[in-house]
């Protein structure tokens, strides 16, 4: 069974910089089907920015997320965890935190990130959870500039 954070995190990090709209992360996160990516500079993690920070800090104030920075929805200076701490220190943390998703940084740059699905997945394989988060993404009809459409 996987003990490290680098056993199970998603190696790959998604990161937009600080400036760039909700628009161009939110069709990053629909590219990579994922609900989070790092706004970052220079290889500095400045924040998160979520899927849920788009919908409740921007979208649903009637803001223009074509004119909104990623920058100012983000979550600044996110709770991390490094590759080599244990699987439990990740776990604690997001319990403590409150939180889905931790940034996974090395000498102060963003490696990867971990999720609550990545941790189901190696911890507890067989749960609801894990076959969740194994799951193909949802496919959604093209409508209009390509967003979901009603089904």
């Known amino acids: 069974m996987a003990q490290f954070v680098r056993d199970v995190m998603t190696p790959d990090v998604a990161a937009v ?28 993690l400045l924040g998160v920015v979520t899927d849920r920070d788009i919908t ?17 929805v983000c979550t600044p200076e996110p709770v991390c965890v490094g590759p080599d701490d244990h699987i439990s220190e990740a776990v604690t943390l ?15 740059t ?22 969740i988060s194994r799951a193909a993404p949802d496919s959604w009809p093209d409508v209009g500039n390509g967003g979901p459409g009603i089904l």
């Open 17 to 44: 910089l600080p400036d760039a709209s909700l628009v161009e992360a939110a069709q990053l996160m629909r590219a990579q089907d994922i609900g989070d990516v790092l706004v970052t500079q220079d290889g500095v």
């Open 94 to 108: 997001m319990r403590t935190n409150a939180v889905r998703r931790l940034p996974v940084v090395e000498n102060g």
């Open 110 to 131: 963003p490696v990867g990130v971990i999720s609550i699905g990545d941790l189901a997945r190696a911890q507890e394989p067989d749960s609801a959870l894990a076959d």
């Open 56 to 72: 409740l800090r921007a979208v649903a104030d009637g803001v223009d997320p074509l004119a909104v920075s990623c920058r100012s």
